[in-house]
């Protein structure tokens, strides 16, 4: 067991590594690096001006050496001016250049400035991320439970009218996109010229013009049943189709196994059988597939945070990016990748302790 | 004129959708009358779920095919008095109606619904059809042949799905990186795999015949070759080796690297269940007689573990479409690749979504046509596992 974690463990630090050099590769391509130079230079700066800014600035030099000041392995660049300022990677402006340390970079904790929020990436990912962690928070209490329901429900009868029903349901809304139940969702509950609101803000049951609303930017500082709903909704509405299905098929199988039958041949009522001895075996997959769906949240979570403005980690990572924002967008990547890595690691060591038949072999 | 009611405009649609009609009727009416002859196919036409998913498929197939038929004005063309109006309105000179409204250009929703469905129509199918031979071409040696080989594949597989998706997007679909010619580069690598597979493919299969053989894969480096170069190389980039008198196929650069990065994110996942289909195929007994015969390993992999796992890996080929029209919709939905201007679906949620708490219905009508493709797929790919379990 030990040494399956230790190796997993190795193999997720080694793709980590390969990912974030992608990363860093694609995002300190050339036509980047000259944008960022006109973006923190001058416009007007010529095709020599822009080439010495990026020198000056330490764009320059090999990848594979930046990209180690950048992780931290490498000293950062120090460089004095013909005036005698001494800038570098470490060195704060305005502050003692001998006193500033050697090495910076994602492992000493320093994750660089972020030139779009002009602040610092750490500071900025945690902001967003706290708005994000609480968004998965709800999503998750509503969505797990509800689809774990709704699956064991339609597994434990297999071809009733309630299982056609509830697979009918879980089909059409893991055929929905966030993007597509978001605008369905906001066109229903929250426009004021059609869908529901209109009509139950004449019949006087909502007192503004709309049942929820349509944006979540006020949902940062103060969560609502109002603003927090749409977003939610829309990104539980997705995985609560997958799951839901991934249940049922589960559940399916093992209500078929002998001895389920066996229970019920010695006059176990049906209800006793679906709780005490169905359900924990038929909850190892969904399992492992709620752990598999962080990487597909994030991905929701990008789409409802721009769709609904509410400024998480979404919102910051299509920020990061639609303003070439390096720094940003490089903190950006690194989190999800972790977050993906972290999720498979604990959907892998998690199946094997659930699974008697390989937790003993 | 008067604006149109509830009621007219729905029979307006319909009427308008008349070619589609004719056109399903007679599927259907064709594949119903001779579906005992017609193998997997014809039994999709025993369950319920799957006819409702293919009649909703094939409408969208066919409203992409009759295209200049249906649509009632130009997609581009903008009146300006038509801005946001609601669906029914008639436009200023009384000569129609905007069925479904207009959108925030004044532009007619309903035309761009239906010129929309050609471009996911376009490109979904076929990016699927590489990736499943990009995926097949390197999922068969991995499973079959295993060690090292394996775990190298394996490893690349699982970094590119261990990048979440929208990142991976918005890192290659950005004009910076279509200036670095880094699509192309790209498409060189991908689009290779499906020349290698069929020569691959041919070669094992009339290997006895070397004659026979020789014209065969000969055609095929030829054809595939000229439209591969075709393919990578456009003018005035960074590649540029053919000549412009042999360069037929043009792609615009933009729809290259929606049509690269889609394969891209798809490949690893059919990888995955290749890989995993022959490791379970190869420990048959009627590989270990294709092996005691003499056969090649190609052969087997391709002529003996291949056909038997057509099942899964049709299933499978139906729900990839599925997704493969979400990420579409998602790259539109960013404004990544596409140019605005472009009526496919994505592109025009994203437009009608700023506006949507005044104005819903210019991006929820693509919002319902995206849904109800990817919802005909589901349905045919469940009608398609239930048929293809009964063997």
């Keep these: 067991m030990l040494k399956f974690i230790a190796r997993r463990f190795g193999l997720m630090a080694l793709t980590a590594l390969v990912l974030t050099f992608i990363v860093f590769t694609l995002t300190n391509l050339a036509p980047n690096l000259e944008k960022l130079a006109r973006a923190e230079g001058s416009v007007r700066m010529d095709d020599a001006a822009i080439v010495s800014w990026i020198e000056e600035n330490g764009h320059g030099g090999s990848l594979i050496g930046r990209y180690s000041q950048w992780l931290g392995v490498l000293p950062g660049w120090v460089r004095t001016d013909e005036k005698g300022v001494t800038r570098g990677r470490c060195i704060t402006e305005g502050s003692d250049p001998a006193l500033a340390p050697a090495y910076c ?39 797990v439970p509800v689809s774990l329901f709704l699956g064991v429900a339609a597994g434990m009868r297999e071809g009733s009218r309630l299982d056609r029903s509830i697979s009918t349901f879980a089909i ?128 929701g979570v990008v789409i409802v945070e721009s769709l609904f403005n509410y400024k998480g980690f979404g919102w910051t990572l299509v920020q990061a990016a639609g303003n070439n924002d390096i720094q940003l967008l490089l903190g950006c990547s690194v989190v999800a990748v972790l977050v993906v890595l972290v999720t498979q690691l604990i959907s892998d060591i998690g199946y094997v302790f659930l699974n008697p038949r390989i937790r003993i072999s | 004129m008067e604006p149109l009611s509830w009621g007219a405009i729905l029979a307006a649609i319909l009427k308008q959708f008349l070619p589609v009609w004719i056109a399903l009727a007679v599927t259907f009416a064709l594949s119903i009358a001779y579906k005992r002859k017609l193998g997997l196919y014809g039994r999709l036409f025993d369950s319920t779920v799957g006819m409702i998913g293919f009649a909703l498929v094939m409408f969208w197939v066919f409203t992409a095919l009759f295209t200049q038929m249906i649509v009632t004005h130009d997609t581009l063309s903008q009146i300006s008095q038509m801005k946001n109006k609601l669906p029914g309105t008639p436009i200023p000179d009384g000569s129609a109606w905007y069925l479904l409204g ?51 594949l394996s490893f690349l597989a699982n970094l590119v799905l261990a990048f979440p998706v929208i990142l991976l997007f918005y890192l290659l679909v950005t004009p ?134 057509r099942g899964p890996l049709i299933v499978d080929f139906c729900l990839r479409i599925g997704y493969t029209t979400i990420l579409l919709g998602t790259l539109g939905f960013f404004g990544l690749g596409l140019s605005p201007e472009s009526p496919d679906w994505g592109s025009t949620i994203n437009a009608g979504r700023k506006l949507l708490v005044i104005a819903p219905h210019p991006a929820f009508v693509p919002a319902l046509a995206l849904m109800s493709l990817v919802l005909g797929l589901n349905l045919l790919a469940d009608g398609l596992r239930e048929e293809s379990l009964k063997d």
């Design chain 1, 105 to 143: 970079g994602i492992l000493q904790g320093d994750w660089g400035t972020s030139t779009f929020a002009k602040a610092p990436v750490s500071q900025v990912l945690g902001r967003s991320l706290a708005s994000t962690g609480w968004l998965m928070l709800v999503v998750m209490l509503v969505m």
């Design chain 1, 172 to 299: 059409a809304t893991s055929a929905t996109p966030e993007y597509i139940s978001g605008v369905i969702l906001i066109a229903l509950f929250a426009s004021a010229g059609s869908g529901l609101s209109p009509l139950l803000a004449s019949w006087g049951w909502i007192e503004g013009k709309t049942l929820f609303m349509g944006t979540s930017t006020s949902a940062v500082d103060n969560i609502t049943f109002w603003n927090f709903t749409l977003p939610v909704m829309t990104i539980a509405l997705y995985g609560i189709g997958y799951i839901t299905r991934m249940t049922r098929a589960s559940m399916a199988e093992v209500m078929t196994a002998q001895y389920i039958r066996t229970a019920r041949l010695k006059g176990v009522s049906f209800g006793s059988i679906v709780v005490k001895h169905a359900l924990r075996n038929a909850l190892i997959a969904p399992f492992t597939v709620i752990m598999l769906q962080f990487p597909w949240l994030l991905n």
């Design chain 2, 102 to 152: 207009g959108d925030n250009l004044g532009r007619d929703v309903f035309s761009r619904m239906v010129d929309g469905s050609g471009v996911v129509i376009k490109i979904a199918p076929l990016a699927t059809v590489f990736a499943f031979m990009v995926g097949i071409t390197l999922g068969l040696p991995a499973g079959y042949y295993g060690g090292r080989l394996d775990m190298a």
């Design chain 2, 176 to 309: 910076e990186i279509v200036q670095t010619g880094l699509p192309q580069y790209m498409a060189m690598v991908l689009f290779l795999l499906p020349i290698l597979f069929l020569v691959l493919l041919l070669n094992s299969r009339f290997y006895v015949k070397p004659n026979f053989r020789n014209v065969v894969v000969a055609l095929v480096l030829v054809f595939g070759g000229l439209a591969y170069l075709g393919l990578i190389s456009e003018a005035e980039t960074k590649i540029n080796i053919l000549p412009q008198a042999l360069d037929l196929i043009h792609v615009p650069a933009n729809i290259l690297i929606v049509f690269v990065s889609v394969v891209f994110v798809n490949a690893p996942t059919v990888f995955r269940i290749v890989r995993g289909l022959v490791l379970d195929i190869k420990t048959r007994d009627y590989i270990s007689a294709a092996q005691t015969r003499g056969e090649r390993p190609w052969y087997i992999m391709l002529w003996e573990i291949l056909p038997n796992a």
